[in-house]
């Protein structure tokens, strides 16, 4: 059991440009979550997947977010055309159903600043 | 529907005194309940799970949370608070589907 890794660890970028962050859950793990996370607040639920079918998005999350889970195993997820409200920590979270029900693992994250 | 409200934003206390960090919770399921706790530059790390087996849950670290119903709460304590305590703490609500929603967080401060 590696853990949930991210990556990058920062991404700094300039407003208008497209960013793609990955992550990998631990690898028996089912179900994997995207979170944002700003200074002061708690993590807010950005989407989810169960193996590769994305089964839940934020009604908050903008058009110009994406993310994908190809083969139910690493994610990505993209910003496009960036704004200086996109900067946060984007968390990454993985947990298996069943016993593990609820139980989140989470990655180290990848603070974004929107330049 | 689910939301969580802690109720103390920062929480500061003297090393070797009791910690009490306040949560209310609404959920439309029959609630999964939770804390984590996040250290400096650290990751988010499961500090204990409401799982309906017992009311008063025990997890790592003297850390312990009691399932009040009637109260819709599920506050967390530690009866003597250490240095290496100090931290953001989130109390969270899950629904069935495993999609967590966070409190707003409490930094805890202790004080030699």
């Known amino acids: 059991d590696t853990g949930v890794s991210q990556d990058p660890r920062h991404k700094i970028t300039k407003r208008g440009q497209n960013v793609t962050f990955r992550c990998d859950p631990i690898?028996?793990?089912?179900?994997l979550y995207w979170y944002r996370q700003t200074l002061g607040q708690g993590p807010e639920f950005l989407t989810y997947f169960q193996n590769e079918a994305q089964l839940e998005k934020s009604r908050l999350l903008s058009d110009r977010f994406s993310a994908e889970r190809p083969k139910g195993s690493f994610s990505t997820l993209e910003i496009q055309r960036t704004e200086q409200g996109d900067s946060a920590m984007y968390l990454c979270?993985?947990?298996?159903?069943?016993?593990?029900?609820?139980?989140?693992?989470f990655g180290s994250g990848t603070q974004l600043s929107v330049l | 529907a689910q939301s969580v409200t802690q109720l103390d934003s920062h929480v500061s206390v003297s090393e070797g005194t009791p910690v009490l960090l306040r949560c209310n919770y609404s959920s439309s399921y029959s609630p999964s309940l939770f804390w984590y706790v996040q250290h400096p530059n650290k990751g988010l790390q499961l500090l204990l799970k409401y799982t309906s087996a017992a009311t008063l849950v025990k997890g790592i670290n003297g850390f312990e949370a009691e399932f009040k119903k009637s109260e819709t709460s599920f506050h967390l304590t530690k009866p003597s608070a250490h240095m290496s305590d100090a931290a953001e703490y989130f109390c969270v609500v899950s629904d069935p589907a495993g999609k967590s929603t966070f409190g707003d967080g409490t930094t805890l401060t202790v004080k030699p």
């Open positions: 979270a993985s947990s298996q159903t069943g016993t593990g029900e609820g139980k989140l693992f």
């Open positions: 690898s028996e793990h089912n179900r």
